[in-house]
C-alpha cells in the first residue's frame, strides 16, 4: 500500500524568505508525485507533478520539486515567498495501475510580512 | 471550461437522515472523482468513475454512500442514515483520465448534528 507523510504541519515564514515544505512517500511500486494547494474556500490546485524524466519538477507559482527516489521524497521549494502563498500544501502519490490520489496530512504554509 | 462545480456548497442535516450531493465534471472529462476531508487531514479517496461505469470503491465507502453516474456526466453522492462521523467536506474531482491532471471543485461541506 502507499502512503505519503508530511512531517511538518505548520511551516512560518517570512516574506520573500525561501521555504522548503517536505514530502516522504512509501510505495512498493512505482509512482506518481504530486502537490496540490488549497487556499481558504478554495478547491484544490495542482502545483505541480512528476510523472518521469528530470527529477526536477518546475510549477506553477515559483514552486518546484526534487523527486528523490533513494530517499523517497519529493520536497517543494520556493526561493522567495509571498504573502499570497499562504496556504495549505498536500502531497499526494498515486500508482501506474490506477490515478485514485493518496494525499498526505497536508502542511500550512505561513507567510508573515 | 467552467470548472467543476459541487452543489450544494453547505448542507446542514441531523443524524439520521439522508443528503444527496451533485457533482457536475469539466465537459468531456471521461474520469470523475469523489474525496473526504476531515478536519486537519487530507482528501481521502472513496469512488472513482470512467464514464458511467464506478471502477474503485473505498472501503470507507460504507453500505449507507452509494454513488452513481447515470450518463456519464454529472455524478450524485447520496448517504443515508446520516452520523456525525459523516460530518466532512466532500470534493469531486474530474479528468481526462490516467496520466492527465485532476481538476477539483470547490466541495460541499457537511455537518451533522
Known amino acids: 500500500a502507499q502512503s ?3 512531517l511538518d504541519s505548520q511551516v512560518p515564514v517570512f516574506e520573500e524568505a525561501p521555504v522548503e515544505l517536505r514530502c516522504n512517500y512509501s510505495s512498493s511500486v512505482s ?16 502545483l505541480l507533478k512528476y510523472l518521469s524524466g528530470s527529477t526536477l519538477v518546475k510549477g506553477i507559482n515559483g514552486f518546484e520539486a526534487e523527486f528523490n527516489k533513494s530517499q523517497t521524497s519529493f520536497h517543494l521549494r520556493k526561493p522567495s515567498v509571498h504573502i499570497s502563498d499562504t ?14 490520489l493518496i494525499f498526505g496530512t497536508g502542511t500550512r504554509l505561513q507567510v508573515f510580512p | 471550461d467552467t470548472g467543476v ?6 448542507k446542514i442535516t441531523k443524524r439520521g437522515q439522508n443528503v444527496t ?16 476531508q476531515t478536519l486537519g487531514q487530507g482528501p481521502e479517496f472513496l469512488t472513482y468513475f470512467q464514464n458511467e461505469a464506478q471502477l474503485e470503491k473505498s472501503r470507507l465507502l460504507s453500505d449507507r454512500f452509494s454513488a452513481e453516474r447515470p450518463k456519464g456526466s454529472f455524478s450524485t453522492l447520496e448517504i443515508q442514515r446520516t452520523e ?14 490516467v496520466l492527465y491532471e485532476q481538476y477539483f471543485g470547490p466541495g460541499t461541506r457537511l455537518t451533522v448534528t
Request: proline share 4%; net charge negative.
Open chain 2, 84 to 97: 456525525q462521523g459523516d460530518s466532512a467536506m466532500y470534493l469531486c474531482a474530474s479528468s481526462y483520465g
Open chain 2, 21 to 36: 450531493f451533485r457533482c457536475d465534471p469539466i465537459s468531456e472529462h471521461n474520469r470523475l472523482y469523489w474525496y473526504r
Open chain 1, 4 to 6: 505519503v507523510t508530511q
Open chain 1, 31 to 46: 509512482v506518481y508525485l504530486f502537490w496540490y494547494v488549497q487556499y481558504p474556500n478554495q478547491g484544490l490546485q495542482l
Open chain 1, 87 to 100: 496556504a495549505e500544501y498536500f502531497c499526494a502519490v498515486s500508482d501506474r495501475s490506477t490515478d485514485k
Open chain 2, 5 to 10: 462545480s459541487q452543489d450544494p456548497r453547505h
